[in-house]
Nanobody, 127 residues
């Protein structure tokens, strides 16, 4: 069983930046493809970004392209979500998720494709 731990959330103003981190407890992250999802109040959880096992491929939802960057440091067993130019509509609980991929280059964009989930970290952006 893999337990994922997110960190880095907080309360910021519009146009500020935050960097979220996701790390597994007790094991290496290098064999997993990882994704970030978010859930705003009253809304369903949605895909934000994904990164392949080696970091060679990434995907983003359209609303964060050019503002968010997903990356990973397998030596540190950590995946990051750098969020710049934050907007009030980015306010949500952010979750990381992990899955052992079929291929090194695969990214996964839907919730059902992921096996492991973190507890989430709150990001609040004030206007």
């Amino acid at each position: 069983q893999v337990q994922l731990v997110e960190s880095g959330g907080g309360l910021v103003q519009a146009e500020d930046s935050l960097r979220l981190s996701c790390a597994p407890s007790g094991r290496s992250f290098s064999i997993y493809a990882v994704g970030w999802f978010r859930q705003a109040p009253g809304k369903e959880r949605e895909f934000v970004a994904a990164i392949s096992r080696t970091g060679s491929n990434t995907d983003y939802t359209n609303s964060v392209k050019g503002r968010f960057t997903i990356s990973r440091d397998n030596a540190k067993s950590t995946v990051y979500l750098q969020m710049n130019s934050l907007k009030p509509e980015d306010t949500a609980v952010y979750y990381c998720a992990a899955v052992i991929p079929l291929y090194l280059s695969h990214t996964y964009l839907t919730e059902g494709q992921y096996t492991y989930w973190g507890q989430g970290t709150q990001v609040t952006v004030s206007s």
